[in-house]
């Protein structure tokens, strides 16, 4: 019998499994067990070497689904997300996302949706790399900017938690509206927009505050 399950990394403190559970069981998954790793750098640490990566390879199954709210769960790394998905796709298991709802299913053998596939797989991992490498780059400055300072100049603390930035951007990558997705964060439209204008710099803050 085929399960669903979720795949989770937490790689900060303020990410949490509760919240990306939610966020899949609202985009109508129904999970049957999830599989998470804490404190775990993507960018860094490929899938099958961290500690509930190994285990998740170990369990699934032909026609099991595995579902991950991006793509960047599964590594930041170009060849390290397209392989671990290649990987997945040739032990049967079928790869969902919550953002956008895409799937990497091996089954198909129509080689145009094969070729179509393929290059969706290639694209969002190099967008996955590129966004954390911006991250990376984002948190660096905050941190640095921090060192040696009090909070006089810290800058004005951010009025939105790591979870809500996350819910940002992630509702607007999905292509909800900034009045809904400020509705579902309990943000206001300003603070959407200012997320969604200048992520580098909504990041910064957030580094610098932690």
Known sequence: MSRTILYARVSTAEQTLA?????????????????ADEGVSGLTTALRERPQGRRLFDMLRRGDVLVVRWVDRLGRNYADVTETIRDLMRLGVIVRT????????????DPMQQAVRDALIGFMAASAQAQAEAT???QKAGIEHAKGRDDAYLGRKPSFTREQFDAVRDGLAQGQGVTV?????????????????KPAEAEAALARWA
């Not at 919240?19 to 599989?35: L, M």
């Not at 919550?98 to 053998?109: E, Y």
């Not at 579902?184 to 603070?191: C, D, P, V, W």
């Open 181 to 197: 997705v400020a509705s579902a964060t309990g943000l206001s439209r300003q603070t959407v927009y200012r997320i969604r204008d």
């Open 136 to 138: 990376k780059e984002a």
């Open 98 to 109: 919550v953002i956008n709802g895409l799937t990497f299913d091996g089954a198909t053998k």
């Open 19 to 35: 919240h990306q559970r939610k966020q899949a069981e609202a985009a109508g998954f129904e999970i049957d067990e999830v599989v």
